[in-house]
């Protein structure tokens, strides 16, 4: 089992020191949230609370992702980092490429890129993207970033994307891993054709079974997709506070737990101190991870 800490909409100033602690107790990655912007005005329902609300995302502070990752991967050396995720259908699909490859190859390897669809048309409108075809837009795109990321010359004739046939340099030695967030059936079929991993957003803990049930479901009606290393199946869930909860959720082919500790949906501000985000970090580091390897040594 790996184990990631999430954070979102913490104090810019808290990322570099959060970062060097989450390595130093031993995680294998940190995940960064992605929001563009927050519109005065929208009816668009939140995916993954109850109400659907995205009040929780007033005024709060989000770095850019790529650019939060590359200030974690420059301040560490063997943390990876993941957007968590990535907006991909409202970029352009050559400029996260390039960021990308530049960004695995200066930190020698240390990221993974979590990508999916954002649910606020708000977002395609300020982008200049059109919401229509979302879905098929960003299928397009991961292969685009797919493509450019492997080297050598790449075109592309798609649907909605049109490239002719470019190098980008450098590339990274090893591919980068694509990991597809979400959880409706569209996500979960897009992780299993084209993802080399699927990323759980959080939400009602009783679904997850279920959901996993369905992505190996559909994992096996493409046995010959994504082959060439190991999925990987990123999850929140309470079970990630024990060693017990992680050992079951490795038993259900879990590969990687993400742990925050604070809601992402909480609203109002984050009053949590920088040494009281620090201390939970460490605490978690020896009472969960140091004792998982352990158990798992034994």
Not at 206 to 211: A, N, P, V
Not at 256 to 273: L, Q
Request: charged share 20%.
């Amino acid at each position: 089992m790996r184990f990631h800490f999430a954070e979102a909409a913490t104090a810019p100033d808290h990322w570099i020191p959060l970062a060097r602690a989450v390595e130093a107790a031993g995680f294998t990655g940190i995940c960064v949230a992605d929001s563009l912007a927050f519109p005065r005005d929208s009816d668009a329902r939140y995916p993954y609370t109850d109400s659907g609300q995205r009040e929780f995302l007033r005024g709060k502070p989000f770095v850019e992702p790529m650019i939060a990752c590359t200030a974690i991967l420059t301040a560490t050396t063997t943390l990876r980092a993941t957007p968590f995720v990535l907006k991909l259908p409202v970029r352009p699909p050559l400029l996260v490429a390039k960021q990308a490859a530049s960004l695995a190859v200066l930190s020698g390897h240390r990221l993974s890129l979590g990508v999916g669809i954002s649910p606020w048309p708000q977002d395609f409108t300020a982008m200049g993207v059109l919401f229509e075809r979302r879905g098929a837009r960003l299928d397009e795109a991961i292969d685009i970033v797919r493509g450019l990321c492997a080297g050598g010359m790449f075109d592309y004739h798609g649907q909605l994307y049109e490239l002719p046939a470019i190098q980008i340099e450098p590339v990274p030695a090893q591919p980068i891993p694509i990991l597809v967030g979400g959880h409706s059936e569209a996500a979960l079929r897009r992780a299993a054709r084209r993802g080399d991993g699927w990323m759980h957003a959080g939400g009602d803990p009783r679904e997850l079974t279920g959901l996993l049930h369905r992505l190996a479901a559909l994992r096996a009606q493409h046995p010959g997709q994504r082959t060439d290393r190991p999925f990987e199946i990123h999850v929140v869930s309470p079970d990630a506070f024990t060693v017990d909860g992680v050992a079951g959720l490795a038993g259900a082919g879990v590969t990687d737990v993400i742990v925050g500790f604070r809601s992402a949906y909480d609203a109002g501000p984050d009053t949590r101190s920088l040494d009281e985000k620090l201390e939970a970090i460490t605490r978690y580091g020896d009472t969960v991870i140091a004792a998982h390897g352990a158990r798992q040594s034994n």
